[in-house]
């Protein structure tokens, strides 16, 4: 009997080491991170960051667009063909997949996620493969990348407890957001690492972030792992559904039912491709529109009509 147990001690003491070098190995080739050189000199090169800037609403590009139009830019935008990419292709590494996305996809919101582990270690990190889904109920998205070692704590801690707030980000927060994001020893605070301030929730376990606009508590609902993705040395993928429990709103940022946020106090930041971030700093509008009023003002829309009666 003990005898058997040594063995499997055995066992996985190898598993583990043979984990911690495959993992190791492919730390070697993975550069997520980019390197940007000397920034603080590159920086320097900058104009300073505008504080004060107003945000201007314009016309939207083409206000006199009508049904149909599809770009009214004289076929600029068809001139180019498109390159199709694989993103499993064997010869294609998985940064490349991420450096295309994230900047094809963007500007995109970052998801600033309070949560604490089962002994009540707490931490704080940003996600911007994160998204509001639904409002009723609420319900949010945030995605979990593989990396060589370990999970993310993040992704550990809401598999541990099930808890969360997601905070938004606005410019004034965004140095401090991002020094959350180093790769801190599981179990050091970014609360500390960042200098941000703690306030208290009502329905889970994690602190709100009291410089954000908006807080949201929220206890996961789904977690979907990609097992069948998972390479060796490298921790798995995951994508967690979380439903809000409660909203906290910064007095003074919203109107008097507390049904919207003012664009100007929220001043949200976007994460862009690369290490950069973008912020609104001029907006536009399009009315939404109802088939019933449109058909009777637009030929096009008519004739549609009248051709799917016809089938
Ligand atoms: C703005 C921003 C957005 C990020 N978005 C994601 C993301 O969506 N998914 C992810 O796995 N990592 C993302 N990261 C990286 C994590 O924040 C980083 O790995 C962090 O160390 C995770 O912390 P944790 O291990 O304490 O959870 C992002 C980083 C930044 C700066």
Do not use: C, L, M, W
């Given at each position: 009997m003990a005898a058997t147990a040594a063995a499997t001690a055995a066992t996985a003491a190898a598993t583990a080491t043979t984990q911690e070098s495959q993992s190791d190995a492919v730390q070697k080739n993975y550069?997520?991170?980019?390197?940007?050189?000397n920034f603080t000199a590159t920086e320097a090169q900058r104009p300073d960051f505008?504080?004060?800037k107003h945000i201007e609403t314009t016309k939207s590009p083409y206000p006199t667009w009508d049904y149909g139009?599809?770009?009214?830019?004289?076929?600029a935008s068809l001139l180019q063909e498109h390159h199709e990419v694989?993103?499993?292709?064997?010869?294609?590494?998985s940064v490349n997949n991420y450096r295309l996305l994230v900047s094809a996809i963007a500007p995109r919101p970052v998801g600033f996620l309070s949560t604490v582990n089962s002994q009540g270690q707490k931490n704080l990190s940003p996600f911007?493969?994160?998204?509001?889904?639904?409002?009723?109920?609420?319900m949010f998205i945030v995605g979990f990348s593989s990396r060589p070692?370990?999970?993310?704590d993040t992704y550990r801690n809401l598999k541990e407890t099930g808890e969360c707030v997601i905070n938004t980000v606005s410019e004034n927060m965004i140095e401090a957001v991002n020094a959350?994001?180093?790769?801190?020893?599981?179990?050091?605070s970014e609360w500390d690492v960042s200098g941000l301030h703690e306030a208290p929730s009502t329905t889970v376990k994690p602190s709100r972030?009291?410089?954000?606009?908006f807080s949201v508590e929220g206890k996961v609902i789904d977690i979907k792992e990609f097992a069948d993705h998972q390479q060796p040395g490298m921790s798995i993928a995951a994508t967690v559904l979380i439903r809000a429990t409660r909203f906290w709103v910064k007095e003074g940022t919203a109107d008097a039912d507390f049904s919207h946020i003012d664009l100007d106090k929220l001043r949200p930041v976007g994460q862009l491709g690369g290490v950069s971030y973008g912020r609104v700093v001029s907006t536009f509008e399009r009315p939404r529109t109802k088939w019933s009023n449109e058909v009777v003002k637009s030929e096009l829309l008519a004739r549609l009509e009248e051709e799917k009666g016809e089938n």
């Open positions: 550069k997520i991170v980019q390197d940007v050189g505008d504080h004060a139009q599809g770009v009214p830019d004289n076929g694989d993103p499993y292709a064997p010869d294609r590494p911007s493969y994160f998204q509001v889904i639904d409002h009723d109920p609420p070692g370990r999970v993310k959350t994001s180093i790769d801190a020893p599981y179990g050091v972030v009291k410089e954000s606009v």
